[in-house]
Nanobody
Framework: QVQLVESGGGLVQAGGSLRLACVAS????????MGWFRQAPGAEREFVAT????????DYADSVKGRFTISRDNAKNTVYLQMNSLKPEDTAVYYC?????????????WGQGTQVTVTS
């Protein structure tokens, strides 16, 4: 079992920045590939970014490339999502999950999510 807890969400104006964190705990929680997804009201959960166990490989959704950066600190069992140049369309609940790739079906543990609201 792996437990994931996200933090760092909040309310920010367009053009601002936020950094989300996801702390993993439990058996086999360390050095796992991880990803971030988001879900806006009335929309399906969509891929945002993913990172392999070492941090050497990453991938991003086209909508966030150049604005968001995923990183990790394995000593702290934590994955981060640095979000810059935020837009109102980035408003969503952001979830971290264990797995790799752009398909939600490639992930087997999910956090409870953290709300990000971007105002214009």
């Amino acid at each position: 079992q792996v437990q994931l807890v996200e933090s760092g969400g909040g309310l920010v104006q367009a053009g601002g920045s936020l950094r989300l964190a996801c702390v993993a705990s439990g058996r086999s929680s360390s050095r796992r590939p991880m990803g971030w997804f988001r879900q806006a009201p009335g929309a399906e959960r969509e891929f945002v970014a993913t990172i392999n166990w070492s941090g050497g490989e990453t991938d991003y959704a086209d909508s966030v490339k150049g604005r968001f950066t995923i990183s990790r600190d394995n000593a702290k069992n934590t994955v981060y999502l640095q979000m810059n140049s935020l837009k109102p369309e980035d408003t969503a609940v952001y979830y971290c999950a264990v797995g790799y790739g752009s398909s939600r079906y490639a992930y087997d543990y999910w956090g409870q999510g953290t709300q990000v609201t971007v105002t214009s």
